[in-house]
T-cell receptor, first 115, second 115 residues
Framework: DSGVTQTPKHLITATGQRVTLRCSPR?????VYWYQQSLDQGLQFLIH???????AKGNILERFSAQQFPDLHSELNLSSLELGDSALYFC??????????????FGPGTRLTVT | AQSVTQPDIHITVSEGASLELRCNYS??????LFWYVQSPGQGLQLLLK??????LVQGIKGFEAEFKRSQSSFNLRKPSVHWSDAAEYFC?????????????FGKGTHLIIQP
């Protein structure tokens, strides 16, 4: 158990809908990273939040957005869903970006199926 | 931009035999290097990491990896595999100078253990 929690574990929804995925980082971690894992694209970095502020964006679609709340949990919002958005979505947490070495601890993931 | 190549999509090893999973990276300097393991239906678990210093690093579950700068490689090894090692293994790189950007992952190597 990494200490990172994600809900829900599974999500099935229809095209055009909007969903919200939730992540709680490990105690003491200020950074939350979101990743998408799909068969064709592999594991891709989406976005990073540190202590409530967006720090970096990866291959995140404009239909997707995220935020990190004062209690440090984070939510990933996916809207206007398409079949191709079906994937496993992971969040990971770390102490912080900084310049010191860091390592990321991953949650169990949310499996999204768009029908 | 950094990239990671895991040349072997699948590897089959007999239980008790030794294992080496290959990882090559592309990065302008010495990156942070990681190996993660993903069991079916699970999140990613950190096996080991390299930041600096000794180029042979020890990890959990009896795994080790060796950083070779001249070959831009970070191969994962285990002297004797167990059936429970069957899983997907991912090599990843992280940029130095701050951890704002997420990790860049290879496509993964699927390890099959033969009895």
């Amino acid at each position: 158990d990494s200490g990172v929690t994600q809900t829900p574990k599974h999500l099935i929804t229809a095209t055009g809908q909007r969903v919200t995925l939730r992540c709680s980082p490990r105690s003491g971690d200020l950074s939350v990273y979101w990743y998408q894992q799909s068969l064709d694209q592999g594991l891709q970095f989406l976005i990073h939040y540190y202590n409530g502020e967006e720090r970096a964006k990866g291959n995140i679609l404009e239909r997707f957005s995220a935020q990190q709340f004062p209690d440090l949990h984070s939510e990933l919002n996916l809207s206007s869903l398409e079949l191709g958005d079906s994937a496993l979505y992971f969040c990971a947490s770390s102490v912080g970006p900084g310049t010191a070495p860091y390592e990321q601890y991953f949650g169990p993931g949310t499996r999204l199926t768009v029908t | 931009a950094q990239s990671v190549t895991q040349p072997d999509i699948h590897i089959t090893v007999s239980e008790g035999a030794s294992l080496e999973l290959r990882c090559n990276y592309s990065y302008g300097a010495t990156p942070y290097l990681f190996w993660y393991v993903q069991s079916p239906g699970q999140g990613l678990q950190l096996l080991l990491k390299y930041f600096s210093g000794d180029t042979l690093v020890q990890g959990i579950k009896g795994f080790e990896a060796e950083f070779k700068r001249s070959q831009s490689s970070f191969n994962l090894r285990k002297p004797s595999v167990h059936w429970s090692d069957a899983a997907e293994y991912f090599c990843a790189v992280g940029a130095r100078g701050g951890g704002a950007d997420g990790l860049t992952f290879g496509k993964g190597t699927h390890l099959i253990i033969q009895p």
